[in-house]
């Protein structure tokens, strides 16, 4: 009996076409209008942008207007043309260093120039459609790239912060330091250290009133509380002056040496494109972890999003704007804030329009040590420690640490160069390291081998494999995830004429007793090494399939379960595969089973439990039903599943339960579709242990499990997702599991594994906040503050 149950819908049954579970539904046409979440999320978002444009500005050396300019096109310009509907852009504290080189060395009508040069070279870049392209750089280079940045703006702005004025490198700054202790401002530094304390200290506020009160932004706080201070006591300390809007001055023609001009304009778009890129997969997935219903905006179109930044970078150049990236700290407002559209992102770049235009004499009271010590401890927050454990865990320090030094010391485009070199380097030598090791232990010749075999390494491994007497017991343990032909021919030929001097030779990988499978000796073959598990035959000319059939299936094959078919079955295991695991299955045999896990699963005959867990003979005690479902003991009915879990759990002490489901399952579409399902058959009989799922699933929206970095497609992967969390409860029931739970024997784990992407989640978070995290995923990329 098939797990998955096909079932009909009345739209189905007329002939209708009803939108499969995992497209996409279509855009419904609706008039323009402002969610009450975009509105109150876009003025989150203004506030926090006010002072954050106006220090960064303040910290590259531009106009102060340009930063409200930056602001307000990214806001409007990138809010509107952008493929990340969630993210904010504007001026951002990555790109600060890099401003301030080019005002320096050019002036700041050339400035801008540069900033519309690179605004068309991301709009052409977006046009190729090369966006994700970025995103192939080595987190380690965009970490140390954020941290030589953030130590470069922390230590300039360290100096106004003290009352001085910043040098224009980090080594004059650094010899100036001294000079600047020792000749303090106390005014300054009282507004400063008042600001960093209200920053620090604001999210921090306890009980009720502190989380209202948490609700107004820390930056806004820290600089209108500095202000204020600073304007009750009379101190007289420099403040924010902002001339006309008549005087803005607007870009001009650059000037200055073609290739310094095209140097500056490759690093402003290097910058500003892998920022943005890397802050919308960012928001993509801080969007898609938010509890409650999922909200309308989708995941990010990035080559649109480069295309967006392109157009904004060039209008706000144009006008005398600081360059224009994706910002993380705003972003991250605005999706926390509750935002569910673009709306909120073109919202705020209206508020700050309306702040230039009507509230100068307000922003002209505060004090430029005020924004300094925003600057400065936004630039601290860039040199994360978060990220110096990830790629210390990683073994990626050198590179974290070339590319943070050469930033500081040489620059953001010269850093990343040391930093992409050093990388390849590092990758290079990983896959050229090689240690090849050989011992003698009870008679028994080991050979380990650790790291990845190539033909590079195939001279060790000879005089390794040459050491080893005729006719000795050897077992090579192969310790890596790459061998290539020429390491595979080597150890082939020796391992045959080993075993015809007789000796003999056993292959093993991480776990020892666990055989590796060699390649097919057949010629021409092209099966995957998944092939054993499926209906193929090698040899025949490749076929399209039929409906509901295997597309890469080598040959023709046997419609429904077959004599023949399971002849051939057969034959081709006792004479391929059987010679393999003969000597493991004579151990098991000998010993018995011991299963470190019990793996409860669905019946559907896509789930192929050794292969999506790389378990061998004798690792799971599997328990397949339709549903992976766990009636609670003592309902009348089938008592299986339940002897099964007493045996595992008692008998041969497993380790671990894992209850997992699947994408697609006819099940959970049953139980869907039928409404309540009824007792006439065994089918529906064996249904209504789904039941508890369904009225799980009627529950408040915002305790649903979900998946990590993307929301569930449809309601039947919802309920595939909230039946294991129930199944998981059932399991409690049961006096073994809870004996030995209670013993600290037993751990149970959730599993759901989508059928269409061969991707396993796992189960974590508390109660209520149940989240499935994919297995194997690479680590995230955050987006630079």
């Known amino acids: 009996m098939s797990a998955c149950v096909p079932t009909r819908t009345a739209d189905s ?67 509107r043309l952008g493929g990340s509907p969630l993210q904010v852009s504007g001026p951002a504290a990555g790109l600060t260093v890099v401003t301030a080189d080019l005002i320096h060395r050019y002036g700041w009508r050339t400035t801008c120039a540069v900033t519309v040069l690179a605004g068309l070279a991301q709009l052409g870049l977006g046009c190729l459609r090369v966006a994700r392209t970025a995103l192939a750089v080595s987190p380690a280079v965009v970490h140390g790239v954020l941290a ?62 502190g989380r209202v009160l948490r609700r107004v932004p820390a930056p806004l706080v820290a600089v209108a509380g500095a202000t204020a201070t600073a304007s009750l006591a009379g101190l007289t300390l420099p403040r924010v002056d902002l001339p006309s809007w008549r005087s803005h001055t607007l870009a001009g023609l650059p000037e200055g040496p073609v290739l310094g001009i095209g140097a500056a304009v490759l690093t402003t778009t290097l910058v500003c494109s892998v920022q943005s890129l890397l802050g919308a997969v960012a928001m993509d997935r801080l969007a898609a972890d938010r509890p409650g219903p999922a909200a309308p905006a989708g995941r990010s179109d990035l080559d649109r999003e480069l295309l967006g930044q392109g157009a904004a970078n060039v209008v706000s150049g144009a006008l005398g704007g600081l360059p224009v990236a994706g910002v993380a700290v705003r972003s991250s407002a605005n999706v926390r804030a509750g935002a569910v559209s673009r709306n909120s992102t073109m919202l705020h770049g209206v508020f700050v329009v309306v702040a230039a235009l009507l509230m100068v004499p307000i922003l002209e009271l505060i004090p430029l040590a005020s924004l300094a010590a925003l600057v400065m401890a936004v630039g601290i927050q860039m040199v994360s420690l978060h990220h110096i454990r990830t790629v210390t865990r990683h073994r990626e320090v050198l590179v974290y640490a070339v590319t943070t030094l050469g930033v500081v010391l040489l620059g953001v485009l010269e850093g990343v160069a040391l930093g992409v070199a050093v990388a390849v380097a590092v990758a ?42 005729q006719g000795a017991d050897t077992v090579v343990e192969l310790d890596g995830s790459f061998m290539d032909h020429a390491a595979y021919e080597s150890l082939q030929d020796w391992q045959r004429t080993h075993t015809a001097q007789g000796g003999s030779v056993k292959l093993t990988g991480r776990r020892a007793g666990v055989r590796i499978a060699e390649p097919a000796g057949s010629a021409g073959c092209r099966c995957r090494p998944w092939t054993p598990w499926r209906n193929h035959q090698c040899g025949g000319p490749r076929t399209a399939p039929a409906p509901g059939g295997h597309p890469d299936t080598c040959g023709p094959t046997d419609s429904g379960p077959s004599r023949q078919q399971l002849t051939r079955g057969i034959s081709a295991f006792q004479r391929n595969t059987a010679p393999l695991v003969r000597g493991e299955l004579a151990r098991l045999a000998r010993e018995g089973q011991q299963p470190s896990q019990l793996f409860l699963t669905c019946a559907d005959s896509r789930l192929v439990t050794s292969m999506i867990t790389s378990s061998g003979p004798g690792d799971l005690f599997v328990v397949r039903n339709v549903g992976n479902f766990v009636p609670p003991p003592g309902e009348d009915g089938d008592e299986s599943v339940a002897a099964a ?13 894992t209850v997992c489901g699947h994408s697609g399952c006819g099940a959970m579409q049953a139980l869907l579709n039928s409404g309540s399902v009824g007792t006439r058959t065994p089918l529906e009989r064996w249904l209504r242990h789904g039941r508890p799922s369904l009225e799980r699933m009627a529950g408040d929206s915002r305790t649903w499990p979900r998946l990590a970095g993307r929301r569930p497609a449809d309601t039947v992967e919802q309920l595939c997702l909230t039946n294991v969390v129930q199944q998981l409860e059932h399991l409690h029931a049961h006096g073994s599991v809870a004996r030995a739970l209670r013993e600290g024997t037993l751990e149970l784990h959730g599993m759901y594994f989508h059928v269409g992407e061969a991707q396993a989640y796992l189960l974590t978070g508390a109660a209520g906040d149940e989240v499935f995290t994919d297995v194997g995923a690479t680590e995230d990329l955050h987006s630079p503050a």
């Open 13 to 79: 049954a007329r002939g209708k076409n009803p939108h499969q579970p995992h497209s996409p539904p279509p855009t419904p046409h609706r008039r323009f209008r402002i969610e009450g979440a975009d509105l109150s999320a876009s003025i989150a978002v203004f506030l926090i942008a006010l002072p954050l444009s106006l220090g960064i500005a303040l910290a590259t050396g531009a106009p102060l207007q340009a930063g409200l300019v930056a602001a307000a096109v990214g806001g409007l310009v990138a809010g």
């Open 148 to 209: 030589g940045i953030g130590g470069t703006i922390a230590v300039t702005q360290l100096h106004i912060v003290l009352g001085g004025s910043p040098q224009s490198s980090v080594i004059g700054n650094l010899r100036a330091l001294p000079a600047q202790l020792a000749g303090l401002h106390p005014a300054a530094v009282s507004v400063s250290t008042l600001t960093l304390a209200l920053l620090l200290l604001w999210p921090r506020l306890p009980g009720r009133a």
């Open 428 to 469: 290079l030598n990983r896959l050229a390291h090689t240690r090849i090791t050989h011992k003698e232990k009870e008679g028994v010749h080991h050979v380990h081998v650790r790291g990845q075999l190539t033909f590079l390494a195939v001279p060790r491994l000879s005089r390794a494999l040459h050491l080893v007497p």
């Open 645 to 657: 879990i007493e045996y595992a759990v008692d008998v041969l002490q497993v380790r671990s339960v």
